[in-house]
């Protein structure tokens, strides 16, 4: 099956400091990328869509400029938090659309827990 | 917006059948997806209704009526393993994309 590959699965980061996540799609294209966020014990949450080769989507009220997203192949996303800070502190997982036509689900990269000290 | 509500938490004993409600707003409404999530793990899909109507997927069941903007997800035959937060997702079509929303997510807790 369609396996999205998530880097890394965990990272420690000083507050200032900026974190990088990458997402690739190991067995097929991924033409659009959905990064989420879920903080303990609540839902995932939106963040944005990316879409290769163009500008990602962001949901509402979250900085684009905070969280960098690109998506400059079909099989890598990348998700970078600059001048990380403790509230930044979350599960960060993307998904990515597999499939085409009427046939198609959504497959899961395994997140990354983000801490900010 | 949109939004998407569960109840937070339900319990059961094993063997036992179980219902998870939800109720939907939103526009440019696809289908109504099920996801089992365990603790500190990534959500894994269990069933996909487009059209009204029941699908069975093994212990899995999954309702939708697109009138009343409500589905459900029912699992059968309990096992302890099933302890898990169960979240339904919308696909949503937006400005000619489509994207998967989140619902507030049940958490399931299945005892002996």
């Known amino acids: 099956g369609a396996v999205v590959s998530q880097h890394p699965s965990r990272v420690i980061c000083k507050s200032g400091t900026s974190v990088k996540i990458e997402c690739r799609s190991l067995d097929f294209q991924a033409t659009t990328m959905f990064w989420y966020r879920q903080f303990p014990k609540q839902s995932l949450m939106l963040m944005a869509t990316s879409n290769e080769g163009s500008k990602a989507t962001y949901e509402q009220g979250v900085e684009k400029d905070k969280f960098l997203i690109n998506h400059a192949s079909l099989t890598l996303s990348t998700l970078t938090v600059t001048s990380a800070h403790p509230e930044d502190s979350s599960f960060y997982i993307c998904?990515?659309?597999?499939?085409?036509?009427?046939?198609?689900?959504?497959?899961f990269g395994s997140g990354t827990r983000l801490t900010v000290v | 917006g949109q939004s998407l509500e569960q109840p937070s938490e339900v319990t059961a004993v094993e063997g036992a059948i179980v219902q998870i409600n939800c109720t939907y707003q939103?526009?440019?409404?696809?289908?109504l997806s099920w996801y089992q999530q365990h603790d500190g793990g990534a959500p894994t899909f269990l069933s996909y209704n487009g059209l009204d109507g029941l699908e069975e997927t093994g212990r899995f069941s999954s309702f939708l009526s697109r009138s009343d903007s409500y589905g459900y997800l029912l699992l059968q035959e309990l096992q302890m393993k099933d302890s898990a937060s169960y979240f339904c997702?919308?696909?949503?079509?937006?400005?000619?994309?489509?994207?998967?929303?989140f619902g507030t997510g049940t958490r399931l807790l299945v005892s002996p």
């Open positions: 998904s990515a659309r597999v499939g085409q036509g009427w046939d198609y689900g959504y497959t």
């Open positions: 997702a919308v696909i949503e079509e937006d400005t000619g994309f489509q994207k998967l929303v």
């Open positions: 939103t526009s440019g409404f696809y289908g």
